[in-house]
């Protein structure tokens, strides 16, 4: 089955205690990003990936580390979490880029800094 | 300054009925636009999109609308069923020079489908 998997699907962690959300999927996808959603902002791009070893900023990365070492897998790095990155987080890929392709998401994480 | 915009956060509208969910942007150098419909505790999934070169694209019950020289677009979907219930987010792109750039995503619709 064609998916997207991110995990850990919920997590509540402290300011400053660092964090990794994975990301893989299955459909050997070039293209891969992550999305934030926040009440009343809908989604905004944090980063993303062309290929292996191609990653750029998206429209709001302060804070947000990624890598992209393997095709399958685009892990978001926390370095240093605070309060206002407590948002639900949306890993996607799609065959090309975003734009004019459609784009498959995992189910979502949901984190919360305290 | 919000690029794309959705101004109904709801709508409501009664089973077999037309659901017609609006969606308007700002930058004129957007050329794409898709849907995206996404259910409470899932990732948002692809619906329909259309190039700014047509202006209308449609898939069984579900049709966009585009007008670029209003910039607005519009998602109909007849007749309306109750599984349609969800939030809708339009998105936009621009197809930039080296044409690595993400979408730009409204702030969704919730439409509810009444029995």
């Known amino acids: 089955e064609a998916q997207v998997t991110q995990n850990p699907r919920y997590l509540i962690t402290v300011t400053g205690k660092k964090l990794t959300v994975t990301c893989s999927q299955n459909?050997?996808?070039?293209?891969m990003s992550w999305y934030r959603q926040d009440p009343g902002l809908g989604l905004r791009q944090i980063y993303y990936?062309?290929?292996?070893?191609?990653?750029d900023k998206g429209d709001v990365p302060e804070g947000y580390k990624v890598s992209r070492k393997e095709k399958r897998n685009f892990p978001l790095i926390l370095e240093s979490p605070s309060p206002n990155q407590t948002s639900l987080y949306f890993c996607?890929?799609?065959?090309?880029?975003?734009?004019?392709?459609?784009?498959?998401f995992g189910q979502g994480t949901r984190l919360t800094v305290v | 300054d919000q690029q794309v915009k959705q101004n109904s956060p709801s709508l409501s509208v009664q089973e077999g009925r037309i659901s017609i969910l609006n969606c308007d942007y700002t930058n004129s150098m957007f050329d794409y636009f898709l849907w995206y419909k996404k259910y409470p505790a899932e990732g948002p999934t692809f619906l329909i999109s259309i190039s700014s070169i047509k202006d209308k694209n449609e898939d069984g019950r579900f049709t966009v609308f585009l007008n670029k020289s209003a910039k607005h677009l519009s998602l109909h979907i007849v007749p309306s069923q109750p599984g349609d219930s969800a939030v809708y987010f339009c998105?936009?792109?621009?197809?930039?020079?080296?044409?690595?750039?993400?979408?730009?995503f409204g702030k969704g619709t919730h439409l509810i489908i009444q029995p």
């Open positions: 459909m050997n996808h070039e293209y």
């Open positions: 990936s062309m290929n292996v070893e191609v990653t």
């Open positions: 996607a890929s799609s065959y090309g880029w975003q734009g004019n392709t459609e784009a498959f």
């Open positions: 998105a936009a792109s621009a197809n930039r020079a080296g044409g690595a750039d993400g979408l730009t």
